[in-house]
């Protein structure tokens, strides 16, 4: 089966960079997994993508040793199921408050034994390989959000669940769950001190944490911290940024001599 780069990475003690896909487009998927990234995630939740244009894009990440990631919408045992059989290596799914709700979406990623996922991996055979039913529990990853007041109490019965390999901070939710600014690197106290707590607890469990950041310096930070799952922004995001640049250099540009040129 095809390795996971993100296991492997983590295994050397490295933390992955991971880039956010909120627009449904194969090509600037595909663009977007030819700049480095160790991983890039579709995002089902917030973004504006569906189920047909996951897969065009998770076959466009394939074109790179990128590793694909899916955020599902939340935790239901469909929508789990079918991001795997498309190919996803790896899925976070929002909302974990409960060791129960731990326990589901472990159940649901996984086949019998460990769990009660539905076979029929039809394009992940074609991603993972023809021992990708022997291999498949032990090579996806299987995050948890921890991103509520209700998570934040329930956080050590969480990561106490067998088979969960990871968690996700979602700052901005975790921030108004806790009546903070809903913001991404620069939180408020009470936020920075339940995600402190976080990646302590998480470390104490032995399970990798990650986090949403809004900069490279937010997700550097993060790092240093003990993070090993970092986002750094969002293709819509990058995009807009980098028109707003240009726009700004041609608006401070000095008019053309000539009166017949135009911008």
Request: aromatic share 6%; proline share 6%.
């Amino acid at each position: 089966m095809r390795e996971n780069r993100l296991r492997t990475l983590w295994k050397s003690g490295g933390a992955a960079v991971n880039g956010w896909l909120a627009i449904a487009n194969s090509f600037s998927a595909e663009t977007m997994a030819h700049q480095g990234w160790d991983t890039l995630t579709i995002d089902l939740q917030h973004g504006v993508i569906d189920y047909p244009a996951m897969v065009g894009m998770l076959q466009a990440i394939s074109t790179t040793d990128t590793v694909p990631v899916v955020r599902v919408p939340w935790l239901e045992p469909g929508i789990l199921m079918k991001t795997l059989d498309a190919g996803a290596y790896a899925v976070i799914c929002p909302m974990v408050n409960t060791r129960e709700d731990a326990q589901k979406l472990v159940a649901w990623t996984h086949y019998a034994p460990r769990g009660t996922r539905s076979f029929g991996p039809v394009r992940a055979l074609l991603y993972g390989g023809a021992d990708y039913p022997q291999q498949a529990n032990d090579t996806i990853v299987t995050f948890a959000m921890i991103e509520t007041a209700q998570a934040l109490e329930n956080l050590d019965d969480i990561l106490s669940v067998e088979g969960l390999d990871a968690i996700y901070v979602g700052p901005s939710d975790l921030s108004l769950a806790l009546g903070c600014r809903p913001v991404f690197d620069d939180v408020d106290p009470k936020a920075a001190e339940a995600i402190a707590h976080i990646i302590e607890r998480a470390k104490a469990h032995g399970i990798v944490a990650g986090i949403h950041n809004g900069t490279p310096e937010g997700a550097l930070a993060r790092i240093a911290q003990g993070f090993q799952f970092v986002t750094v922004s969002s293709d819509a995001r990058l995009m807009a940024a980098g028109a707003q640049q240009v726009m700004a250099k041609m608006r401070a540009a000095p008019p053309p001599t000539d009166s017949s040129s135009t911008y």
